[in-house]
């Protein structure tokens, strides 16, 4: 082989292994960092973390999700949604729980997603007309006992899953899920608007995990869920009447 060609192809060998060894922005290393920050006390300690090792990659994922997704009803700039998607995950990051085997990579994205969903399916009801608003107002307006009793019971379901996850599940892959699950329903205000494969798609992307493991915690928690409902409709409670697994 001709020495410039060699020399082409040793060329293009080292561009190859320099794009593979260029640093991933939101790696272990972040993940760390969330971990030390939220186990810190000391806020300079916590300023330092956050300025020199998680800023960066938080930044980053916020670009890229906003491009990708391309939401389309925002009213001001790109930059002022960054920074206001940015600040929202820096005001969820105590949320993180690691040992609950979800990455923070992965734990971010959907929390930068919920954010930025909300925000555009409010911007996009401002486009709908007053008569339709004023409707959807009254309704909710004759409705407001049972939507008391909706998020009562929803809320004392959420405790109840949350304090009994381990007797429920003891395999790793279930649990996470399971926590997933809950989680989401902790933030539901922020995703009502998700249909059923969206919802799928956040857990997924939050454990990693394939959906019919997926789908096999769902139908565990709903055989849970049936009993609650009677406990709650025989009650008036859940958490304070029982607690601990059906099965």
């Known amino acids: 082989m001709p020495k410039k060609k060699t020399n082409d192809v040793k060329a293009e060998i080292k561009k190859i292994v320099k794009k593979k060894k260029r640093k991933v922005y939101f790696g272990m290393e972040v993940q760390e960092a969330i971990v030390e920050y939220n186990s810190s006390d000391n806020d300079n300690e916590r300023n330092v973390i956050y300025g020199t090792r998680i800023h960066k990659a938080f930044d980053k994922l916020a670009e890229n999700i906003i491009n990708t997704f391309k939401f389309t009803y925002f009213d001001y700039g790109f930059n002022d949604i960054k920074h206001e998607t940015v600040a929202f995950m ?12 979800s990455k923070a990579f992965s734990y971010f994205s959907v929390v930068a997603k919920n954010y930025l969903i909300l925000h555009n399916n ?6 709908k007309t007053h008569d339709k608003m004023d409707v959807l107002d009254r ?51 922020d995703i009502e608007n ?33 009993k609650l409902l009677n406990v709650y409709h025989k009650n008036g409670t859940i958490v304070h009447n029982f607690s601990g697994s059906f099965f």
């Open 139 to 189: 309704h909710r307006g004759n409705d407001t006992q049972g939507e008391s009793d909706i998020v009562t019971l929803t809320n004392e379901i959420v405790e109840y899953f949350d304090k009994n996850m381990n007797s429920i599940f003891k395999k790793d892959r279930d649990l996470r899920i399971g926590y997933a699950i809950i989680d989401l329903m902790k933030q539901r205000d």
């Open 122 to 127: 409010n911007n996009y009801k401002k486009f």
């Open 194 to 226: 998700f249909n059923k494969k969206a919802i799928y798609i956040l857990i997924r992307e939050m454990t990693d995990v394939e959906t019919a493991h997926i789908t096999s915690v769902v139908n565990v928690l709903k055989k849970h869920y049936k």
């Open 90 to 101: 820096v005001m969820n990051m105590h949320k993180y729980d690691h040992t609950k085997g």
